[in-house]
């Protein structure tokens, strides 16, 4: 079954701080990959996304992530974090099947504590 | 730009009774909607896939007659819980596709706390 995992459930970091964040699927074909940022009391926003191309891909914010097709990873990062960032980070995948309606399949999620 | 809504943001309900919650796509179109659900501290649970005009896709385990999807136009889609019960208590999140750009990225509401009593 297609999956999604993230490695991190809870993080806690200080201002200035370089975050990374995992997160592998199980899927072998083709697949679009997302991470999306919900902060407290907030709906879901993309952060950014890969669909092809460049497998370093940035987002808004300052954050990046990179696509390893053979490590089946697209793992978040941002160099200095900022208290701001502070949220919940899901990280999603879209397999590119017909008929699947391109549904996201999600990690469980991680919660950043940045610390002032 | 990519804006969706939700109405009401949050509802509070007698159990037994049913409850309705609007996903409106505000400046794009969207032939495919999804419906979710997110326990505290938890990740999103698929609900279902709501296409305008056709029957919604459920996922496994979720009762299509209780929770009942409506997708009558291209810019709105409806989540109707009957016959609600405390269980049904939950933040109900729903998302719109754009069809335009061919990007298959969905855009999120702000979701609907819904708690039933």
């Known amino acids: 079954a297609q999956s999604v995992s993230q490695h991190n459930h809870h993080v806690i970091l200080s201002e200035a701080a370089s975050l990374e964040l995992g997160c592998n699927y199980s899927?072998?074909?083709?697949?679009?990959l997302f991470w999306y940022v919900q902060y407290p009391g907030q709906h879901l926003q993309l952060l950014l996304k890969?669909?092809?191309?460049d497998p370093l891909v940035k987002g808004i914010k300052g954050f990046e992530a990179e696509f390893i097709k053979s490590k089946f990873s697209f793992n978040l990062r941002k160099p200095s974090v900022q208290w701001s960032d502070t949220a919940e980070y899901f990280c999603?995948?879209?397999?590119?099947?017909?008929?699947?309606?391109?549904?996201?399949?999600w990690g469980l999620g991680t919660s950043l504590a940045v610390n002032p | 730009g990519a804006v969706v809504s939700q109405h009401p943001s949050w509802v509070i309900c007698k159990s037994g009774t049913s409850v309705k919650i609007e996903c409106r796509s505000l400046?794009?179109?969207?032939?495919?909607m999804f419906w979710y659900r997110q326990f505290p501290k938890q990740s999103l649970m698929l609900m279902a896939t709501?296409?305008?005009?056709?029957?919604?896709?459920?996922e496994q385990g979720v009762e299509k007659d209780k929770f009942l999807i409506n997708h009558a136009s291209l810019t709105l889609s409806t989540l109707t819980v009957t016959s609600a019960h405390p269980e049904d208590s939950s933040f109900y999140i729903c998302?719109?596709?754009?069809?335009?750009?061919?990007?298959?990225?969905?855009?999120f509401g702000p979701g609907t706390r819904l708690t039933v009593t």
């Open positions: 709501s296409n305008e005009g056709s029957k919604a896709t459920y």
């Open positions: 400046d794009f179109q969207a032939t495919t």
């Open positions: 998302s719109a596709r754009e069809i335009q750009t061919g990007t298959y990225e969905q855009y």
């Open positions: 999603a995948v879209s397999p590119t099947l017909a008929g699947n309606n391109r549904k996201l399949i």
């Open positions: 899927y072998g074909g083709t697949v679009n």
């Open positions: 890969y669909f092809s191309g």
